[in-house]
Structures are given as C-alpha cells and as structure tokens.
C-alpha cells in the first residue's frame, strides 16, 4: 500500500442520503442475497429468476454473478487458494456498495470457502449479509453439467475445479438452505422469493 492510500491519509466522506431514506423510498433495505454452492448447483438460475420476480414487484435489484465478473473486475485472478479469497474480497466489496445504495444484492458465486464467505458477513452491517446454500450432491451436479465444465475438469482439462480436484465447504449456518436437487427451480425460487420477502417485509403497493 502506498502512502497516499494509506487509510491514515483518508477521511470518509458522509452521503446526505442515508439508509434510512434509501428505507423509506425503496420499501425495503439494502441487503447482500450471498448464494453459495457447487457448479451447476442452482446459484445463477435461482438468483436471476428471483431477482427478475422481485424486480417486476418494485422492489430495487442487481446481480453479482462470478462467472460475469471474472470478464471483467475480477479477470486479472485465477483459481489458486489466494486469487479465490481476493475475487471474493471484491465481490463482497462491490456487493455491500450496491446494498449500501439500498440494492437486494443477488449474488452467485461458488465462493468455497467458508473464511471468505465469513469475511464478507463482516463486512457488511450485522443482518445485511443473507447467505443462502444452494444444496446438491455433487453427483447430481456432475450429470446436470449445464455449461459442460465437469466433464472437462474430469478430462483433466480444468485444475482445482470445485467439486471435483478442489475443495467445497458448506455453510454451517446459512439463514436459508434449498435443496435443489429435491425440488424444480419453480419450487426452489418460490422458497427463496418467499423467504426474502417476509425478511425484508416489503409490502406491494396497494396491496
Ligand atoms: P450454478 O450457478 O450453481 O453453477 P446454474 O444455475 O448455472 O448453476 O445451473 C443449474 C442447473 O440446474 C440449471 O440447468 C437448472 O435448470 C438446473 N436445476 C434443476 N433444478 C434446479 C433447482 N431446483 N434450482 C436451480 N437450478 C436447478
């Protein structure tokens, strides 16, 4: 770190826009929605089809997902235990501005391993962070395969490949598990639509 960057030489800069306001004008709180699981588990199909629902209710929205941004913030990392750490610092850091703009922030990242996911919690204000396990045998996952990266990785063709040469480590205490093996996406994001819903206490207009 360079001097100039030096957390000493910064003062914070207060917006005149608080998260109060942000509140009142969204109907709801800024929040981290952190989906977390093995390839081909759910997390981007889920996240978008529950951010594309609750957008269409009025609620305010984005989507973080991992493979879109390792084109472009996150190009410059690999998949080695560090360079996974630091594209989910970034991530996290990226998603806590968004919820800090009064955001639901839908993110879909493998993000395995549980000291990252962790860090993240941290980061953000206590109850804003929404961790979601999306929960698959990896079995089910291998024979789902979407975007063909198992069957690569099994060829050898993609080292420390989650699920198959690199380590996945679940959520001890998730705020919501969902089974997506046992259930059709239909069933599964009704769960999480639900859930979010009820936490977050929106209320449709004239409803
Ligand atoms: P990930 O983002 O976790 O890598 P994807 O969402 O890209 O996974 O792919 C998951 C695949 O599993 C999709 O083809 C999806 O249609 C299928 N699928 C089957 N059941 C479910 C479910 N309950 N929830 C989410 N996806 C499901």
Redesign the pocket.
């Known amino acids: 770190m360079t001097l100039a960057s030096s957390p000493n030489n910064l003062v914070w800069q207060p917006a005149l826009v608080d998260r109060v306001d942000r509140t009142q004008r969204n109907g709801h709180p800024g929040v981290v929605v952190w989906?977390t699981?093995?390839?081909?588990?759910?997390?981007?199909?889920?996240?978008s089809q529950v951010e594309a629902r609750l957008h269409r209710m009025g609620l305010h929205t984005a989507l973080l997902?991992?493979?879109n941004i390792r084109h472009g913030l996150c190009a410059d990392l690999g998949f080695s235990v560090e360079d996974r750490a630091e594209n989910i610092r970034r991530v996290g850091e990226v998603a806590k501005l968004f919820a800090a703009q009064g955001c639901v922030v839908f993110v879909?990242l493998?993000s395995p391993m549980r000291d990252a996911r962790d860090a993240a919690r941290q980061r953000l204000p206590a109850g804003d962070f929404i961790e979601v396990h999306?929960h698959?045998p990896v079995a089910v996952?291998q024979a789902?395969d979407?975007?063909g990266m198992y069957a690569r990785a099994l060829a050898g063709e993609i080292p420390d490949f989650t699920g198959v040469s690199a380590p996945y480590e679940a959520p001890l205490k998730p705020e919501l598990c969902?089974?997506?093996?046992a259930?059709?996406?239909e069933?599964?994001?009704e769960q999480l639509a639900r859930y979010l819903l009820d936490r977050l206490q929106f209320k449709v207009q004239g409803a």
């Open positions: 989906l699981g093995l390839p081909a588990s759910g997390k981007s199909t889920l996240a997902d991992g493979d879909a493998v999306c698959c996952c789902r979407p975007k969902i089974d997506t093996a259930n059709d996406v069933v599964s994001a």
